[in-house]
């Protein structure tokens, strides 16, 4: 069925109004018809090739909500009409070690991303959200339990939502824990959320003076600007995790220092280029580990869709028209948004 999505033909262009074909809903598969798509930092570093191995045309979009429209015949957990996700996958290899512990985001023999991932369907490559429809094995579809009125502030939680919620799930952030969160952007505020939800004593770390009261207001119990080394220094030695959400290179030395004895600094943004080599003896000395996450599993997405829909949980959102997009990639290579944009899919039809 030919259907309206927004994609790119190469790096230098710009998105465009293109027709794609996502195939018949086979056996296992669910056919959605998408409702919103929340903008992520990733689809501008593919659509534009700042990654390497971008497949064109481009359809990007791995924050997708919307309605089931068909269901295959050997279909269980689905029917037409329900609400439903899909997040940053769409397939993996089901019988590896990570798999079978439901840990599909570390595949073993490799997992298949919603968009730019090698398959059998035209045009061989996966494509994403930007779209009217996608068709998904129900392996990988999600339940949405959030009310009408706050879909469209769900879909980034199926990627900025799960990137923060399993690190701080798995280093167990909770009542007694005191978890620092650098950087309230798309990912960062979505952490400072989760982590108060949590129970957990939030400390947010910001660049800049003027995000103080926005942290406080997304629920942080304290904020340190960290270009001010009196405020840093007032925390050495006392968190038991910082969950770090920036992608730019940056020194993680300032932060590892405010670790206690076997806290752990989590990385979840990929920078453009390497952080600095990090002082050893800061984490010999005090058995400190720098570590990193990936999203999170199926089963553990949906637990996270759980918890944020019981805890009335949702991004901070902006809506755009598909016709935007564009514009909306240079207004987040510049920090302008709060704090995530999310496509009306509606507007495909303008």
Known sequence: MATKAYGAHAADRPLEAIEIEPRAPGATDVQIDIAYCGVCHSDLHQ?????????????????????????????????VGDTVGVGCLVDSCQHCGSCDEGLEQYCENGFTLTYNSPTEDKPGHTLGGYAERIVVD?????????????????????????TTYSPLKHWGAGPGKKVGIVGIGGLGHMGVKIAHALGAHVVAFTTSESKRQDALDLGADEVVVSRNEDEMAAHANSFDMILDTVAASHLLDAFTALLKRDGTLVLVGVPDQPHPSPNVGALIFQRRQIAGSLIGGIAETQEMLDFCAANDIVSTIEMIPIQKIDEAYNRMQKSDVKYRFVIDTASLAA
Do not use: M, N
């Open 47 to 79: 659509v534009r090739a700042e990654w390497e191995g971008t497949l064109y045309p481009c359809v990007p979009g791995h924050e997708i909500v919307g309605h089931v429209t068909a269901v295959g015949d050997g279909v269980s957990g689905f029917k």
């Open 138 to 162: 129900e392996k990988f579809v999600l339940r949405i339990s959030h009310p009408a009125e706050q879909l469209a502030a769900v879909a980034p939680l199926l990627c900025a939502g799960i």
